[in-house]
C-alpha cells in the first residue's frame, strides 16, 4: 500500500506533501525517536520509515517490514542515470559542452528537486568530502559520479553520434516522465509534467 | 475543475488573439509556423467549448498583451510568450484531473511547451528550454 495522506497527523507544521521528507536517514541499526514515535502511533497509521529503522520495532524481536519505495524512486535514479550520460558525452565530445550545460543544468534541478520530493539522498560526490551531507538543503547533484562503461579513457565520440545517443535517452527520459505524471499524485502532477515538457523541449535543443 | 477548463478556453482565444497581431511582423517559415500555432490553438479552443458548454466565458474583442509587437523580433518573443503562458494553463489542470483528462492536459502542456522552445530558438533567446516549462512566475 502506498500512502498519500500526512505521517503524523495533527502536528502543526507539518506539511503534508504526499510522503514526508525525511530530512537525513539515521544511521542504521540505532533506533532513534522516531521509530518509538512511530511505534506510539501504531497501527492507526502505517508509515513508511527510512530503511535504517529496519527492525527497530517497539515491541522489540520481530523485524520490521521492508518501508514501501516511493513511486519516484526509479524516476529519480534515472534521471541521475541522465546526468551521467551527459556528463560522459561533455568528456568524450568536449565541442558540444555550450550546448549541453543548460540542459543537464536542468536535468541537476531536476533530480534534487525529486529528491526532496522523496526524501531519498543523492549520491554523494566522488572526491573526499567528510562534512558532505547529500540530503542537506541545496546540495547539487555531483558531476561525474558514474560514466555509464565509458572507462578512464573513452574514444572521443563526434558529435552527430553524440547527439543522436543523448536525443534517444532523452526521448526515453521524457516517456517515462510522462508515465509517471499520468499516475501521480495531485500534488506531483504539475512537476512532473514539467519535467517532461521540459524533457521533450530539450530534444529541439539536441540537433 | 470547471474552472481549470474555463481559464484554459480564456487562454486559447488570447493566444488565438495574439497571433493575429504578431503573425503580420513575420514572413517566410515563421510565418507559416505561426498559421500553424494559431490554427493549433483554434482547434482546441472548439475542443474545449464542447467540453465546457453553456459555461464558456466569452471571447473578448480584445486581449492584453504583455508587451507591444513592433517588428519580427518582438512578434517571435510574444509567440513564445504566448506558448508559455498558455502551457501554464495546461499544467494548472493537471492536478485536478486523472485518466484521459490529464493525459490528455499533459499532451497539450508538452505541445504549447515545445512550441515556446521553437519560437525562444528562432528569436534567440537563452535559455531555450525554461527549467519547469509552464510553471508560473
Redesign the interface.
Known amino acids: 500500500m502506498v500512502l498519500t495522506g500526512p505521517v503524523f497527523a495533527n502536528q502543526p507544521g507539518r506539511r503534508a506533501i504526499g510522503r514526508t521528507a525525511y530530512p537525513a536517514t539515521p544511521p542504521a541499526g540505532r533506533c532513534s525517536r522516531r521509530g518509538v514515535l512511530r511505534g506510539a502511533v501504531g497501527a492507526a497509521v502505517a508509515v513508511a520509515v527510512p530503511a535504517g529503522l529496519a527492525g527497530c520495532g517497539l515491541l522489540g524481536g520481530e523485524p520490521e517490514p521492508a518501508p514501501e519505495p516511493d513511486p519516484l524512486a526509479g524516476l529519480l535514479a534515472a534521471t541521475l542515470d541522465l546526468v551521467a550520460r551527459y556528463d560522459a558525452a561533455m568528456t568524450t565530445t568536449a565541442e558540444l559542452g555550450p550546448l549541453l550545460t543548460p540542459v543537464v543544468a536542468t536535468h541537476r534541478t531536476h533530480a534534487e528537486e525529486l529528491s526532496q520530493l522523496t526524501g531519498i539522498a543523492l549520491p554523494g560526490p566522488t572526491t573526499a568530502d567528510p562534512g558532505g551531507q547529500p540530503s542537506a538543503p541545496g546540495s547539487a547533484v555531483p558531476s561525474g559520479t558514474t560514466t555509464p562503461g565509458t572507462g578512464t579513457s573513452a574514444p572521443p565520440v563526434d558529435r552527430a553520434a553524440a547527439l543522436t545517443a543523448l536525443r534517444s535517452a532523452e526521448e526515453a527520459a521524457a516517456a517515462e516522465a510522462a508515465a509517471a505524471c499520468h499516475t501521480a499524485a495531485a500534488d506531483r502532477a504539475a512537476l512532473l509534467g514539467s519535467i517532461a515538457a521540459a524533457r521533450a523541449c530539450h530534444l529541439e535543443v539536441l540537433r | 475543475m470547471a474552472d481549470g477548463w474555463e481559464q484554459a478556453l480564456t487562454a486559447e482565444y488570447a493566444a488565438i488573439f495574439a497571433y493575429g497581431v504578431l503573425g503580420v511582423h513575420l514572413d517566410g517559415d515563421a510565418a507559416a509556423r505561426a498559421r500553424d500555432a494559431e490554427a493549433a490553438h483554434r482547434d482546441r479552443r472548439d475542443q474545449l467549448i464542447l467540453r465546457v458548454g453553456a459555461a464558456a466565458p466569452p471571447v473578448e474583442p480584445a486581449y492584453q498583451l504583455p508587451f507591444p509587437v513592433t517588428d519580427a523580433t518582438s512578434a517571435l518573443r510574444l509567440a513564445a510568450e504566448v506558448e508559455e503562458r498558455a502551457?501554464a494553463v495546461w499544467?494548472?489542470v493537471?492536478?485536478?484531473?486523472s485518466g484521459a483528462d490529464?493525459?490528455a492536459?499533459?499532451t497539450v502542456?508538452?505541445e504549447y511547451?515545445?512550441r515556446?522552445?521553437?519560437w525562444r530558438?528562432a528569436a534567440g533567446v537563452?535559455?531555450?528550454?525554461?527549467?519547469?516549462?509552464?510553471?508560473p512566475g
Not at chain 2, 493537471?94 to 484531473?97: A, E, R, S
Not at chain 2, 537563452?126 to 510553471?135: D, E, F
Open positions: 502551457a499544467r494548472a493537471l492536478p485536478v484531473t490529464r493525459e492536459a499533459l502542456l508538452i511547451a515545445v515556446a522552445t521553437r530558438q537563452t535559455p531555450a528550454v525554461p527549467t519547469w516549462p509552464g510553471r
